[in-house]
């Protein structure tokens, strides 16, 4: 399988309310999908064994937008039981390596306040036909 992204474009401001970012300390990690109030999704890959993560959630800008963003801890992670966790202790990715399942689920301390800024992820009732127009962001 092979990813592809065909004609991206720069989204406008605060279209994926579900959309999260994750954060070690002030760096940023990667980006993650709100599925639940308590929990999201993101990429196994960035696991962070030494430090706490925190999510942050309702904003593009943490300067523009502090009356909707919102801070929360991450409590636990739990990587796909699939995934080779031997690859994070590599700093890049070698072509060959098997990234499948690179998936994790992240508990927030405690749920999220839903806003019109911040929103859970409305999931497909069935899944997409194949060669459909799927939406990525990043």
Not at 8 to 24: F, G, I, L, S, T
Not at 38 to 53: F, I
Not at 111 to 132: C, D, H, I, K
Request: charged share 20%; hydrophobic share 40%; glycine share 4%.
């Amino acid at each position: 399988v092979q990813s592809r992204v065909i004609g991206d474009w720069e989204c406008e401001k605060r279209p994926r309310p579900w959309q999260v970012a994750v954060y070690c300390h002030t760096d940023f990690q990667c980006g993650g999908v709100l599925v639940h109030p308590q929990w999201v999704l993101a990429a196994a890959h960035c696991k962070s064994e030494d430090h706490p993560q925190q999510v942050w959630l309702g904003c593009c800008d943490s300067f523009e937008d502090k009356d909707t963003v919102q801070f929360l801890q991450v409590s636990d992670s739990f990587p796909h039981p699939d995934f080779k966790l031997s690859l994070l202790k590599q700093n890049i990715f070698i072509p060959g390596d098997d990234c499948s399942h690179d998936l994790m689920l992240l508990r927030l301390v405690q749920p999220t306040r839903l806003t019109a800024a911040v929103q859970v992820l409305a999931l497909p009732a069935q899944e997409p036909a194949l060669w459909s127009l799927c939406c990525a962001s990043r």
